[in-house]
């Protein structure tokens, strides 16, 4: 049915085969950037909030603490996030003093996400305007529900599927997965994560919501910590050819009969 890359880090991405039934709980998007303290102002970030209200027309206000210990002691931070959603809830743009995210329970499409990335990213330029990026990344988590563990055998490759279908696997309850991978460029890396997880359970309480079944998780994050100048467009290209290199790894990673069993 479709071509499977050698190397998901090298190889050219296959031609996108879509899902109507996708097991994709997240994708997010984030660009983060030195501190530019007029954000936590709420005048600050009106015409921010004006270009996206269209498509993200419920603001929302949060609190985040951060704890660093420092040779004075323990330092507390209070940071201000603004979220900009839309009334279903399915999409969401975060906003901080050093960072921006694109975030979605409710992924259609690799266009429809990077044409909303843009809109998001020439709304930063245009109010917001940091100077530079110190980090870029782009995260995608699947999960599968599994009935019989053994049925994993035939949704993923073996490199990733472990002792999880065998006999064994019946009785582990969790068994998880962490590689680092260094792209040939030098300044990428592909942090890939996957594994089994119990009911009531998660690799990642930020991002993945517990349920009550046994599931498989495979969460993969691409990112850059270049540091360099802020520009949308060329942001924007980057973050296409890290959604394709995840592509190609997802690809690897699953089976054809993955992409049948989930409407492909």
Not at 89 to 112: C, H, I, M, Q
Not at 116 to 136: F, Q, Y
């Amino acid at each position: 049915m479709s071509h499977r890359p050698v190397n998901p880090l090298v190889s050219s991405p296959p031609k996108e085969v879509p899902l109507a039934n996708a097991p994709l709980v997240r994708v997010v998007a984030q660009v983060r950037f030195p501190l530019i303290v007029s954000v936590e102002k709420s005048e600050f970030i009106a015409p921010f909030q004006e270009s996206l209200r269209k498509e993200y027309p419920v603001l929302r206000e949060e609190q985040s603490q951060n704890i660093e210990l420092t040779h004075q002691g323990v330092q507390t931070h209070t940071n201000r996030i603004w979220r900009f959603g839309e009334v279903s809830g399915g999409w969401k743009v975060s906003l901080a003093a050093n960072f921006v995210a694109l975030e979605t329970t409710s992924y259609t499409s690799r266009s429809d996400f990077l044409g909303r990335l843009e809109r998001v990213l020439i709304a930063l330029s245009s109010h917001v305007r940091p100077a530079t990026v110190e980090r870029v990344g782009i995260r995608y988590i699947d999960r599968l529900e599994l009935k019989d563990p053994r049925e994993l055998e035939r949704l993923v490759v073996p490199e990733l599927a472990g002792i999880v279908p065998l006999e064994l696997g019946a009785h582990a309850l969790h068994a998880l997965s962490d590689t680092l991978f260094q792209m040939p460029d030098g300044i990428t890396q592909l942090r890939a994560r996957w594994g089994l997880v119990p009911p009531g359970a998660t690799m990642d309480p930020s991002a993945i919501e517990p349920v009550n079944v046994s599931t498989w998780l495979l969460d993969v994050d691409i990112f850059s910590m270049e540091q360099k100048v802020f520009e949308a467009e060329a942001l924007l290209e980057q973050a296409r050819r890290f959604t394709e290199r995840h592509y190609a790894f997802f690809r690897w990673a699953v089976t054809n009969e993955f992409l049948q069993k989930y409407g492909g």
